[in-house]
């Protein structure tokens, strides 16, 4: 049978992207080095589809053992997730992100060349589109990114638009997240970051969970609503259920696509703490501290062409994102070890 590698599969959205896939009926393998994830996340996969996933611990710049993995199955598309992607890190130390995020993908890209393999859904990032000039953003708005993070996005997205133009046979789907939060309902798997998290989500549960004492609101002298950073938060569950889509798409056309995976709604700082408090019935403390640099005010997506292109809408509130998330969190105090 006719399998789609995971790169990235036991990560936080590649984790739950599997679920789907499995649940769609497909044959997945997963590859994956646990830099920033467990292999106990392939036993919860196995709790919730009763399928355990064939998995190999390797590295994408391990050109050899990426041979092998295509020699010893029938890969016939990939979904590459497989990634470095804390921003501010990028920032401090570039070159790692450059020699993993890029040289990673160059692998992956010339050894599916060489196994005949020509279809890709990419984990691209709406940080590609920098500081927007409006809202609702549109996937042919300007391109800008300001850390190496984004720039990594950048650039990959550019090298399967130049592979698409020279191979018309290739196939590759580029998805542009938003804010992806929340969790699977079973709370089995969620997002374990490691160490403090950049992000605000998982920051905010590790409040109400009592791990960190109070939550930074960073800046509340933006011009929106109330003053703190508005973004497009999406479920977790919501985005795995996109790439599903995309897969299919991906199996049916030839050539390159842009496409955002978004809710269309955006929500303030202040709106999620007060969202996640109503979820978790536990107060968040928090301060108003300074803006932090890079940050910009609002971002959310225009979703019309992955309704036009896929079919597929968000479905989950933002209720249910802090509920799901909850869940994980009172079920996982100290994510999936
Ligand atoms: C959201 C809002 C912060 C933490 C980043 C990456 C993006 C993608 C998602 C990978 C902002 C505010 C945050 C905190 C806060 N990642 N905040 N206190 O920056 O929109 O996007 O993660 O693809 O590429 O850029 O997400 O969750 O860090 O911040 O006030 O402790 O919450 O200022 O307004 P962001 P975020």
Redesign the pocket.
């Known amino acids: 049978m006719k399998s789609v590698l995971i790169t990235g599969g036991t990560g936080f959205i590649g984790s739950h992207t599997a679920v789907e896939l499995i649940e769609a009926g497909k044959e997945i393998i997963i590859v994956d080095n646990l830099y920033n994830s467990s292999e106990e996340v392939l036993n919860r996969i196995e709790q919730i589809t009763h399928v355990l996933p064939k998995f190999y611990k390797e590295d994408l710049c391990d050109k050899e053992a990426l041979r092998r993995i295509f020699r010893e199955n029938d890969i016939d598309s990939v979904i590459h997730f497989a990634g470095l992607?804390a921003?501010g890190e990028s920032v401090a130390i570039p070159l790692k992100y450059y020699q993993n995020n890029i040289t990673g993908t160059l692998n992956l890209l010339e050894v599916m060349q060489e196994f005949h393999c020509k279809k890709i859904v990419f984990s691209s990032?709406?940080?590609v589109y920098g500081d927007p000039a409006s809202v609702p953003i549109k996937e042919n708005f300007p391109l800008h990114t300001t850390n190496p993070?984004?720039t990594t996005k950048l650039f990959i997205e550019q090298i399967l638009t130049d592979l698409c133009h020279s191979d018309k046979e290739f196939s590759a789907v580029l998805l542009r997240?938003f804010?992806p939060i929340g969790a699977h309902k079973s709370g089995l798997i969620g997002e374990t970051p490691n160490g403090i998290p950049?992000?605000?989500?998982p920051?905010i549960a590790r409040v109400a969970a009592g791990k960190l004492e109070r939550?930074?609101?960073?800046?509340d002298d933006y011009d929106t609503i109330d003053g703190?950073?508005v973004?497009d938060y999406i479920h977790v569950v919501d985005l795995a259920k996109g790439h599903v889509k995309a897969l299919e798409y991906a199996n049916e056309h030839q050539g390159i696509e842009a496409v955002n995976l978004g809710t269309g709604n955006g929500y303030s700082?202040l709106q999620i703490k007060d969202a996640f408090e109503k979820a978790s019935k536990v107060k968040i403390p928090y301060v108003i501290t300074s803006r932090?640099p890079g940050?910009i005010a609002t971002?959310y997506a225009d979703t019309e062409k992955a309704k036009k292109l896929f079919g597929w809408e968000a479905q989950y509130s933002i209720e249910e994102m802090c509920e799901d998330s909850w869940n994980f969190t009172v079920k996982n105090p100290d994510g999936v070890q």
């Open positions: 992607k921003v990032s709406a940080t993070y984004g997240y804010n950049n992000n605000l989500l920051y939550l930074s609101v960073f800046g703190t950073g973004r700082v932090r940050d971002c």
